[in-house]
């Protein structure tokens, strides 16, 4: 396997064979992080290819300061959100303050759950409530850049944010397999 310094002098190069490495070395890793955003495979493939056609388009701008995964990841991250704001899917959607009689409190947390069944709860969200999770829980940006990153206001996101918790936790509390909160013994998620 061909070094990160390789692949991409070879991607600047335009070297078809180097760049099909890099797209199978990465491909299903990014795919992974693609879906977490789009709900349809399909799209997501779409997604993926686009973000890939940038990658190629861009490498001359990666400078080896951080790990090249993770600039290929912020450039699939980058291209489904945008994919995302073409929807508007937060149009319509009320501010935090007007739903904070209606919102789970902060310390509230969910249950562990096994990763897969978690990300498919996920998946299950609307796709405004979706995008903001997964910039806030498992990417780790907070609510200001979120709210740039998608040409929204800090508020939208909180409430997209709290919105997508509160029905994370009504789906595993609806969930048959939980007995008060925890997942049944003996019972797969």
């Not at 991409?8 to 990465?26: A, N, S, T």
């Not at 600039?71 to 959607?93: H, S």
């Not at 935090?96 to 009689?101: D, H, M, S, T």
Request: aromatic content about 10%; hydrophobic content about 35%; charged content about 30%.
């Amino acid at each position: 396997m061909q070094d990160e310094y390789e692949l991409v002098e070879g991607c600047r190069r335009q070297d078809r064979i180097v760049q099909r490495q890099l797209y199978e070395r990465f491909a299903g890793k990014l795919f992974v992080v693609c879906k977490r955003y789009i709900r349809d495979p399909e799209e997501a493939e779409d997604i993926l290819q686009d973000a890939f056609v940038k990658i190629y388009r861009h490498i001359d701008s990666f400078r080896f300061e951080c790990p090249l995964e993770a600039w290929l990841k912020r450039i699939v991250i980058n291209t489904a959100l945008k994919a995302i704001r073409k929807q508007k899917p937060w149009e319509n959607t009320a501010d935090v303050q007007e739903l904070a009689p209606t919102l789970p409190q902060a310390d509230e947390s969910l249950p562990a759950l096994n990763y897969q069944y978690l990300l498919q709860l996920i998946q299950e969200l609307p796709p405004g409530c979706r995008a903001v999770f997964n910039l806030y829980a498992i990417e780790g940006y907070n609510h200001p850049e979120i709210a740039e990153m998608l040409d929204i206001a800090e508020g939208t996101s909180k409430s997209q944010y709290s919105r997508a918790r509160g029905l994370l936790q009504q789906k595993i509390q609806a969930d048959k397999r939980f007995a008060d909160g925890h997942p049944a013994q003996g019972r797969p998620l």
